[in-house]
């Protein structure tokens, strides 16, 4: 499972933002704004039971299939965000949509791509290429961006996207829609605008149809209608959009209501051809827009060439790495500047076998786990003492450790992987053992009377354990 | 319908802040901390079905009338915000109030006065005007702002403000209370405070009336009590007032209960006279302060001297003009910088006729539309691609494009002329047909597979209107 | 009363923040950041009546007492606080805990510790100390803070602390645990997370016993459970704990359930030693990095080395003083600046016998007043010009102030005095009468017209009370 998975993203998306266009992409204000957008809707988070949490909704596409996880178990609740997996076949493309909140999405095999309002239609079919297709028209489009396996994605708010699968086998992506971001301004279910394809109504607000949202429409005309489904241009008048588009009705129809199969997963006959850069060169650009993007003022850098991925799964960039015990690598507004506006960021965690995550809790932050590889043995425990999990996950399933919430991982002798998102961009996390823990802050007259032990034990209990984030397994482990 | 109205504007508002005005003075950080309160409260958006809305509740003062939109309808409860609309006869003077959320209104004809919390009282009668009428002493107040046709007026959480009426002919102004603004702390529902008049109970809450805020109380004391109505001073001791005002009881009570008719409109008998520079002046400083507040650093600029409004009916501001279409101009933060600590902005709108507004959505803010002449046809399309609303709209109508949601408006043979008020200080659009929009920035082969069309197809789709965003009326238009 | 008691504190409270502490220790981005979470949870604020509230919950431990405000009272709902008091004892240690919501609190009498995540321990015992000690080890850890009578304490969210009373005679500390701050992405209710002692169920989330939190799941084997209560230890399981801590299940037994007396104030039988600075020179420390912080830019002071405290009772340090009234303190993010990262500030009010606080209105926050000595007489009233307070109020009784209501305070001939928390770290007021009053800004003839007074009266009613904040008590008062 190398990163051999090639896609060819492009998000299709123009703004219209009168006058002021040219100040945001001088980056100055706009950007340091819409970073401030931090509070959380309002949740529920009476929870006493945690379960790892399999997707419970499964939607055909010709191309492919999107599942999601349900939005109204009480711990995606208490997160405030719902996830969704596309499991793309080769040549899909999922059409372009939009979303009224920031997404976060990590490729767990496979490519994607995303436009920003107002930015120039930057790639050009030079003459020379154009000839060389005689039948072919020149075109020119929006940036593309090329996605491959380990690459976490970062979506704003209402930015249109669409994902082209080129690679030789499924591309499958696991995305984070926070429904509890602030920037979502409607209320807390998830809501997708296709801009394309025929969508069915799950794939638009997949909720609806367990009737949590439109509680007592259903019966009725109300229920029928939010069963049809249909891209976003369905509801417009064919003669408003005729005028619109200075098109005949003929295509406004086709606009209208694609003569495709259901979905929104297409498959493409030909190759799709789009322009991009070589996958080298285009890693390069990356890199010097990341390094302006981590400087003190990431302000500086424009919207339009703003750095929407990184590969959190490169060990190169681990931040904690224990030879016996494995990785942790966290990507947040340091080191990819755009989180600071989607106020999410993710953390890759790389356990080898039998190896242990130091037992923590969130300050600031919920950790969404989604389990990438292998499997072990989570325990969570509540404010009370009590653990709200304890049991054993594997690859595919899914799992919320809510804020304040202590945990702890511990692989099996299979290794463990996952993906976090987390709720803020600068999560932070406090370990109750090892050489950075709170335990070892405490003057030990506070621990031996907290525990009632002798100061040899508050000793042993401060230093025995002198790894840091990742534990080896050690002579107790089984 | 020139733009003859002239009001005299003062807020009467001084603040309390200990030790640390200086410092908001100086502009330093005070501002750049209340610019970062944007989270809104959650909303119910499960929207069906949109009308175009008549203010429900109308309260009669002395001199002129205040008009409400029902805060309860569904439209206004997903966009949290209140609306209301002053229709202020001549020499009528709305009494000083102020509201536990910022509020940004539009002056559809017509005047209006605010003051800032600590500023000095810097307009003072000179000793030479003061001799020329010497049966009155001479006064000093804090800044009066004189509004006319057109000026969007931004008034800033908690501060008073009182609105005169010195034109030739009734003043209007539509008001949005953005009570799902993260400044208000307390719950969802208008309120205002009234320094003077005798407000009825529906200008304070105007809901309670309609049992929507106080269920359950409406019987016995609770009902009875609520409908009282009052200033701010009735609800203290008098005695406590005489002391803490050092005057005698007498005077206390006109305080407390001034003896008028009902309301908050007063008529003036002899004309208002306020210290006010000359129209011309004003706008002189005005534009200073505009300049200053443009630049990068808006923050330099002191809240004493900030500027609260702007025209945003002025063709010379116009952001989009298409001289076959119309003009569309925006006021958000980067021209108006007080905008960016109350999170708001405006869009305003003028068609000629049968032109058309390009098709768009509203990626980070809902758009509250208040049609201030003509009518037009319009369309709202929600996430699932049917359409919520289809249908005229006319002059005096509200309605609100959810955040996401599409929409187009289409003049009629009359024009269409519009004020939005958006709940972002940066609030953004991106089109669905135009040179601007997302099908232009998409490369030709998704457009081809996310429709199914052949190439030639696609190229009219993405080439075929090469306006921007007033679209001039086609040849397929009626 | 005077300050002689002398608390000895530290936060034990490391972070696992990987990669990225360099920076926030640099103090660039990463401060700035947290501080822009200010939007507040949604509340009910349909007040009719106010009351002086005691607390109505005791929880005893060995060594003390702590007291909860009823966090379901309808005031404290409206502000969406919760406030408690901890009676320590002599030598009493109040263990370690943290909450998902910042705190903040005040020192009625008496000690407190607090540890940043990710600090160097830098308190550490010398050899030569050492050796004094034989039968001791040597011992190093993260900063202590020591606190007396009159200190305001911050607590960012997420972070352990613990307090000790080393002084001769009971701690008193009343605490705001802000649960409406934007920082706690749980719901609404207390959680306080203990890492140590043998905590009940009440100080853990005390309105759990009371039937709001865990409605439904009283009954059965989930309400048994909730009763069970225990320290976070508790909740893992043994052998996972015994490979974190490389230690043997025996003392991970003594760490999961310390063999003690119920309760989180454990007695300390000789005297708690921890490392920390001659008191005269930590209080310099303090004031140099109260200079640094009260610069434009406190952003570059670390975490690290971040004020957490500020004697808010020093006469010295009043911001309105008037020697026959009284004088009155602010706190908020200029003199205390991680304030901005928890949005919050506070008021301490020092009312001489029969003197009057102006009347005034919250802009921007509720004010949740304690009486920490003496008694005096309160009026709040609401906007619909109604009192919803009028009453006497006295030492260790609490009320709450919402946002826009007005609020006048005079003292009995006993005198009176208080500390306000407010909901907003640049908290304002403006007043309604005296030199710096909304009135005082008005022009004349708005007054005139506004009450319908005669121009003398306007007069009158501007000029008359000359004091700023503190009215002295006039020939009116009693």
């Excluded at 930057?122 to 020119?140: A, K, N, P």
């Excluded at 994902?163 to 807390?188: H, K, M, R, T």
């Excluded at 609806?208 to 005309?221: A, D, I, L, N, V």
């Amino acid at each position: 499972m190398a990163s051999t998975y090639l896609l060819c993203l492009g998000l299709g998306f123009l703004i219209l933002f009168h006058a002021c266009f040219a100040q945001i992409a001088q980056g100055t204000d706009a950007t340091r704004e819409q970073q401030q957008q931090q509070q959380r809707f309002q949740t529920q988070c009476n929870i006493q039971d945690l379960n790892a949490l399999e997707p419970q909704q499964r939607v055909e596409s010709e191309a492919g299939v999107t599942e999601f996880w349900d939005q109204n178990d009480e711990q995606l609740q208490c997160a405030n965000v719902a996830v969704f997996r596309h499991r793309i076949q080769q040549r899909g493309l999922v059409v372009p949509s939009y979303t009224n909140t920031p997404e976060l999405f990590y490729v767990v095999q496979g490519i994607h791509g995303a436009v920003f309002p107002g930015c120039p239609e930057t790639y050009q079919e030079s003459q020379q290429r154009s000839s060389e297709s005689q039948s072919r028209s020149q075109d020119q489009h929006q940036k593309v961006r090329q996605i491959r396996e380990g690459d976490l994605v970062a979506l704003p708010t209402g930015s249109a996207n669409w994902i082209y699968n080129d690679g030789p086998s499924e591309l499958v992506v696991v995305a984070l829609v926070d429904v509890g971001n602030s920037d979502n301004q409607l209320d807390q279910f998830l809501r997708k605008f296709y801009l394309g394809g025929n969508p069915q109504p799950q794939l638009q607000g997949y909720s609806q149809s367990q009737g949590s949202r439109y509680q007592g429409s259903q019966g009725g005309e109300g229920g029928d209608r939010s069963r049809r489904g249909g891209n976003l241009f369905r509801g417009f008048d064919e003669r408003l959009l005729a005028e619109a588009f200075n098109a005949n009705p003929d295509l406004i129809s086709k606009l209208q209501g694609p003569q495709m199969q259901k979905g929104i997963i297409v498959r493409v006959e030909e190759e799709l051809r789009v322009l991009s850069p070589q996958r080298g060169r285009e890693q390069e650009q990356e890199q010097e827009q990341e390094f302006q993007g981590s400087g003190d003022n990431g302000i500086e850098e424009t919207i339009c060439t703003m750095k929407l991925k990184h590969n959190i799964n490169d060990p190169s960039g681990a931040d904690a790495y224990n030879p016996r015990g494995g990785r942790v690598t966290t990507v947040n507004r340091f080191n990819l500047p755009i989180l600071r506006y989607i106020q999410l960021s993710a953390e890759k965690g790389n356990l080898y076998q039998n190896a242990m995550m130091a037992p923590h809790w969130n300050l600031n932050a919920h950790s969404v786990v989604y389990i990438t590889r292998g499997n072990g043995r989570m325990q969570i425990v509540a404010e009370n003492g009590e653990n709200v999990f304890d049991g054993q996950i594997r690859e595919g399933q899914l799992i919320v450790v809510p804020q304040g919430f202590a945990v702890v991982k511990r692989a099996s002798n299979r290794g463990l992987e996952w993906i976090s998102f987390k709720t803020n961009d600068v999560a932070m996390t406090s370990q109750l053992a090892g050489r950075a823990s709170v335990i070892r802050g405490l003057p030990l007259d506070v621990i031996q009377n907290s525990f009632q032990v002798s100061r040899d034990e508050a000793q042993r209990l401060k230093y025995n354990r002198q790894e840091l984030t990742v534990f080896s397994p050690g002579p107790r482990s089984q």
